[in-house]
């Protein structure tokens, strides 16, 4: 029986030079004379496919990401940590790139949240010399790199919008390299930067507004080491809202005296499932052959995570907080008795989702069943105790083991098999996580009290000036994250493609 299909396309030349033929690669050889193919070389050694018809944006993007050597702080398979198109899911659902693709500016977003530094331009707010300008900066060096939103009928090519890396330029004919991800369609190839211009300079009538470019490199410091946002849950839109919207009015309308009032105006509408909103990241691993211990690379990651809490544990804010929910007759209280879980069974979540990424598979998390946890203390060469909480996961006919490493406070009460032992503050818990998530607020949140005295002091005690370096850089991320976030729930990635301010 007769089967349909294509089988690759015919490049339309021109206005395209195949980069494989004698005159791309003459082309090439000119370029790298020239000193304008410094980029092509790390672009090169992670050019992908991308896996989907729909995912060009993601497939440029992950290629960019793994050129410029951004650790992704999360495993892909085995124990790699690596970018992969399935990872770039918290702008848009995978689901509705893999139907409809990316917006400019949303691919624009899943770049800030993966940790680069991301400058974005439409065309109607640049210009074909500032475009060549930046093509031209990004050639000559391996740290930048430019992707490109054109429409491919602009180059007689087939199929409407497109992204795809730039691999390099030629300079004497003013021809950029496309290193087109859709592989099994069309091959690199050059194209004459004004014809790129006038494919990049149209209306995206998805989203009414014109294509662009945008230029990515690595950022000054890295993600964030213990805590991070999420909008995976439903309830993050409303959780936002609050935070964003109604905490600087409450503050404003109420007649707060000092920092515990003011802390209790702000915690007693919080929604309770905040905890699906602001997570601590616990790293999550696979037993290799029964070993337990850890590389040196798992060490320093966790060393980090540990500090950090220990950095919030020491700031006034943790002490205020701390006090307020401590308190026999807080408000507050009920708000952390459905957030604290006790350590077996975070892990044993953990594990399921773990089991699930690491192997690659699709299927809800929900079909991973953890039967059995235990909690246990490694210490090698009189090092310090490392918390692992090991989990047996069960996938149908299939069992393996999971560990996942905890970073312990200064709290930590010991370590021990079962579930008998109160682990609370062993790991990051409402105190920590709540202070972080105050820390997170852009300081115009508290522009609204009343009292000067006491707005001061609220101001001295989130302002990130006063932070130790390490926390500094982890409240910036976090605040960076409610921005994007602001941006996601007022749908306003493809308005505002400015980097977002912490």
């Known amino acids: ?45 992670y050019f992908q496919t991308q896996s989907e ?67 974005a331009f439409r065309t109607n707010h640049s210009t074909i010399d500032e475009f060549r300008k930046y093509v031209m900066r990004c050639s000559t060096s391996d740290d930048c790199h430019v992707i490109s939103s054109y429409d491919r009928a602009v180059l007689k090519q087939t199929g409407t919008g497109h992204f795809s890396p730039i691999g390099g330029y030629h300079s004497g004919n003013d021809m950029a390299l496309i290193l087109d991800v859709a592989r099994f369609k069309y091959p690199p190839h050059w194209v004459p930067l004004k014809i790129l211009w006038d494919a990049m300079n149209n209306v995206d009538l998805s989203t009414g507004q014109r294509r662009g470019f945008m230029l990515i490199s690595r950022p000054h410091r890295e993600p964030g080491q213990l805590y991070t946002l999420s909008c995976k849950h439903k309830s993050w839109v409303g959780i936002a809202k609050y935070l964003m919207d109604d905490v600087p009015l409450l503050l404003k309308s109420e007649e707060v005296k000092d920092i515990q ?11 309770s499932n905040f905890g699906q909103f602001i997570k601590w990241v616990a790293e999550v691993r696979r037993r290799e052959d029964g070993d337990q211990s850890l590389s040196p690379e798992e060490k320093a990651r966790l060393a980090l995570k540990e500090e950090v809490l220990r950095q919030v544990q020491e700031t006034g804010l943790f002490k205020h907080v701390a006090e307020l929910l401590s308190s026999a007759n807080s408000c507050c209280r009920n708000l952390i008795s459905g957030h604290e879980e006790n350590l077996p069974n975070i892990a044993a979540s953990v594990c399921c989702q773990g089991a699930q990424i690491l192997s690659g598979k699709s299927a809800s998390s929900e079909m991973y069943c953890c039967q059995e946890t235990c909690v246990k203390c490694l210490k090698a060469n009189g090092e310090k105790p490392v918390t692992v909480v090991s989990g047996t996961v069960v996938n149908g006919e299939t069992e393996e083991w999971m560990d996942m490493l905890v970073p312990s406070s200064r709290k930590n009460s010991g370590c021990s098999c079962g579930g008998s032992i109160n682990h609370i503050g062993m790991h990051p818990a409402s105190n920590d996580v709540l202070t972080a998530l105050l820390l997170s607020l852009p300081s115009e949140t508290w522009s609204g009290i009343k009292e000067v005295k006491l707005l001061k002091e609220i101001n001295n005690l989130v302002s990130t000036k006063n932070l130790p370096t390490l926390l500094q850089e982890e409240v910036l991320h976090l605040r960076r994250q409610l921005q994007l976030l602001k941006k996601c729930q007022e749908d306003r990635v493809d308005e505002d493609l400015g980097a977002p301010l912490p």
């Open 1 to 45: 029986m007769a089967m349909a299909g294509l089988y690759r396309r015919i490049l339309p030349s021109p206005p395209a030079v195949e980069f494989a033929s004698l005159e791309g690669k003459q082309l090439f050889l000119e370029a790298i004379h020239n000193g304008t193919m410094e980029n092509f070389y790390r672009l090169i050694s």
């Open 261 to 271: 009032e003011v802390l209790s105006v702000v915690f007693m509408s919080l929604p």
């Open 53 to 119: 018809p729909a995912y060009c944006g993601l497939a440029s993007l992950s290629m960019v990401l793994n050129a410029l050597a951004i650790d992704p702080g999360r495993k892909w398979k085995g124990p790699w940590r690596w970018f992969d198109e399935s990872m770039l899911d918290c702008c848009e659902p995978l689901e509705t790139v893999k139907a409809r693709g990316i917006s400019f500016g949303k691919l624009v977003c899943l770049a800030h949240c993966a940790g680069a530094k991301v400058e």
